[in-house]
């Protein structure tokens, strides 16, 4: 490994950046509250997914293999985060008239290719709640045997005051958290939340199981510590989240942690969240409807890979706000990357390397750091120099929004070899991860769902329009151009990026 900058995360439990030194260097084992699969993903949850698969492929820069886990909530989420309202997956089936296993079976499949597209890799399991349910009756007996739940009618409820420290995470102590109101009569203390739900009488749940305290589903918060501690053990390395999860959900997991356990020991050593993605209307949320998902910026001619450089060009600890001009500003960048790309892929021509790197840009992410060493193997000092940069800002903290200027800077750089040039961007974009060697300029040109026009067409009038303006028929070339307007496409002369035409979504 040409660099080794120490790798410096914030908890926020702590709310420090830490040294990041794992619990077993041959494992890094981390886990990530996932979707609950009741509509689609939002842009909002997608940034929380493009934030892990960051972190995730920063670790394997840094040579650790890690093991991640995903959870998929298809049961338990209810509509309100105290313990009232329905059940989020119900509410959805009965809105559309299928089952829940129906409903879950839609969205889950919508979610993981919408991940795909957005380059992020898969992760060594998803971990469906439904799945689990056993466990999770297990776990909650284990909790009630040490004390720490109660019964009430409505189910069987966690004591917060037997643990250490409730609500340290969210950096108040649980009688104090704003925005947590004792909805359910008995509870002894506001913060205490549900683990089981019995099924009310005479209500016709869809999904149901038999457990000690009757028919009825687990609490939303008992699914992530149940399969986080099943696969990657009592205590691991990371855990992350949206930044909403500090409050309350993370809170709970790790109150059932150290119950369960019986220890002040959190789950997790670290746990990182992600901020918000904001448009002008504030935090971008599935409840509030109208919200934009990934599809419908495909529809309006944008790559996903775009969003994805949007977001690493905010630190995933600050807001970041999204609007059409932030999307398209990310679009020209990306843009502006593929056409120096391309240029050097030209000057390099076939090599064995590039194709084995192109490869490894790709979703799979197989043994990254082998990959890193054999791209990066032979560089001169000047190459190194870059990468040590690179290595220190993507290791403070994930520091991508200056990582990002490091690889266009060596992208651009004259004073090195093409191939040189060729292999940083290789080599950076492994964390990256925005597929920079594979992409070329015709994926960029995303068709708009409402384009009236074929792209074959379009190039065949502009080659028409070339030969007529060559042959001074400026007539005819004006003529090109209105045509190609009434179909939504611009045809950008002088475009600085030599882009041509750009098809505008109606
Ligand atoms: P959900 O499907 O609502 O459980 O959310 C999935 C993930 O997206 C969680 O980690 C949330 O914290 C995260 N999330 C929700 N809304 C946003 C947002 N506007 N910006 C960033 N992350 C979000
Ligand atoms: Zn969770």
Partial sequence: MTTDAPLMLFNSLSRTTERFAPIDPRMVRVYSCGPTVYNYAHLGNLRAYVFTDTLRRVLNWKGWPVNHVINITDVGH????????????????????????QIAAHYTAAFKSDLAALNVRPPTLWSTATDHIQDMIAFARAVEAAGAAYELESGLYFDVSKVPDYGRLAGARGDETVGRIAEVEGKRNPADFAIWRRSPPGAERQMEWLSP????????????SVMSMKYLGEQFDIHTGGIDHREIHHCNEIAQNQAFTGSAQTGANLWMHNNFLVDRGGKMSKSKGGFATLASLVDRGFHPLAYRLLCLSAHYRSELEFSPETLAAALTRLRRLVIAIAALKADVGAADWLRAAAEAGDSRGAALDYQRASIEQGLSAGARERIARFDAAI?????????????????????????????????MDLALGLDLLSLGRADLRVRPADATIAEAEVEALIAERKAARA????????????????????????????????????
């Fill in 78 to 101: 209810l509509t309100s985060d105290a313990d009232e309202g329905e059940d989020k997956m119900e509410l959805a089936a009965s809105r559309a008239g299928g089952t829940i296993w």
């Fill in 213 to 224: 305290w009757g028919p009825g589903a687990p609490g939303w918060h008992l699914e992530c």
């Fill in 395 to 427: 290791s403070d903290d994930l520091m991508i929004p200056q990582a990002l200027p490091i690889l266009e800077a060596a992208a651009a750089d004259k004073k090195l070899p093409a191939e040189e040039r060729l292999k940083l961007v290789a080599t």
């Fill in 471 to 506: 042959a001074k028929d400026y007539a005819a070339g004006d003529a090109i151009r209105d045509r190609l307007a009434l179909a939504g496409v611009e045809i950008m002369d002088g475009d600085p990026l030599g882009w041509d035409w750009r098809a505008q979504a109606g």
